[in-house]
T-cell receptor, first 116, second 113 residues
Framework: DGGITQSPKYLFRKEGQNVTLSCEQNLNHDAMYWYRQDPGQGLRLIYY???????QKGDIAEGYSVSREKKESFPLTVTSAQKNPTAFYLC???????????????FGPGTRLTVL | AQSVAQPEDQVNVAEGNPLTVKCTYSVSGNPYLFWYVQYPNRGLQFLLK??????LVKGSYGFEAEFNKSQTSFHLKKPSALVSDSALYFCAVRPYNTDKLIFGTGTRLQVFP
C-alpha cells in the first residue's frame, strides 16, 4: 500500500448526504483510478484520470463525482444520487496514463463506506 | 464482451502442498495480465504481470503464473503453500491498447496447517 493513502478508513453516512473520500499519492504517478468492491463482484471502475484537470467515467460512474486539481490528489464524492453506496472503495495509481498500457496499478488501503 | 473468469470461489490446500488458482480470459488482441492479492480490509497488492516474452512469469512471495495463449489462461501457482498465503486473489486483464483493467471476481485461498 506504500505511497498511496486513503482516508478515512471507515466512513458512515446517512441517506441523502454527500461524502468525499480522499486519495493521495506521493509516487509521482500521472494516472489515478477509483474502484468499488462488493462481495463476489470483483472490482468495478468508477472514474479514472490520466492527467491533471482531466478525468473519464468508468463503468459505474452514476452517482459519483471526482476532481483532479493536483497530480497527487484524486478525491471521490459519493452523492445522494448513488442508490447503493455501501461498499469498499479503492484508489489506485500508475506511472503513466495514456498509451503506456503495460503499467502496473498500485492500490491504496481502501475506505469502507456504510450508509445508515 | 471482454471478461475475466476465476472459476473457483475458494481453493483449499494443505500447507507445503502446491497451489493453483485458475484464471481464464476473453479479450480481443494480445492481453496484458495481472495477479493481485488482498488481505482482509486491505488494498490490493501486486504479485506479477505478463506483458510479453517468456510465458512463465515469476513474482512476489514465490508465486508464478503461466500464460497459455491457446487456452486463454493465466493460472497462478506456488510450489509450496504457506498458511500466510491465505487471502483473496484477483486476476485482471488489460485488453491491448486500452487503459482499463478488467477484474475477475476473486478466489479465496485457504491454506490449512
Amino acid at each position: 500500500d506504500g505511497g498511496i493513502t486513503q482516508s478515512p478508513k471507515y466512513l458512515f453516512r446517512k441517506e441523502g448526504q454527500n461524502v468525499t473520500l480522499s486519495c493521495e499519492q506521493n509516487l509521482n504517478h500521472d494516472a489515478m483510478y477509483w474502484y468499488r468492491q462488493d462481495p463476489g463482484q470483483g472490482l468495478r471502475l468508477i472514474y479514472y484520470s490520466q492527467i491533471v484537470n482531466d478525468f473519464q467515467k468508468g463503468d459505474i460512474a452514476e452517482g459519483y463525482s471526482v476532481s483532479r486539481e493536483k497530480k497527487e490528489s484524486f478525491p471521490l464524492t459519493v452523492t445522494s444520487a448513488q442508490k447503493n453506496p455501501t461498499a469498499f472503495y479503492l484508489c489506485a495509481s500508475s506511472i503513466e496514463g495514456g498509451e503506456t498500457y503495460t503499467d502496473t496499478q498500485y492500490f491504496g488501503p481502501g475506505t469502507r463506506l456504510t450508509v445508515l | 464482451a471482454q471478461s475475466v473468469a476465476q472459476p473457483e470461489d475458494q481453493v483449499n490446500v494443505a500447507e507445503g502442498n502446491p497451489l493453483t488458482v485458475k484464471c481464464t480470459y476473453s479479450v480481443s488482441g494480445n492481453p496484458y495480465l495481472f495477479w493481485y492479492v488482498q488481505y482482509p480490509n486491505r488494498g490490493l497488492q501486486f504479485l506479477l504481470k505478463y506483458i510479453t516474452g517468456d510465458n512463465l512469469v515469476k513474482g512476489s512471495y514465490g508465486f508464478e503464473a503461466e500464460f497459455n495463449k491457446s487456452q486463454t489462461s493465466f493460472h497462478l501457482k506456488k510450489p509450496s503453500a504457506l498458511v500466510s498465503d491465505s487471502a483473496l486473489y484477483f486476476c485482471a486483464v488489460r485488453p491491448y491498447n486500452t487503459d482499463k483493467l478488467i477484474f475477475g471476481t476473486g478466489t479465496r485461498l485457504q491454506v490449512f496447517p
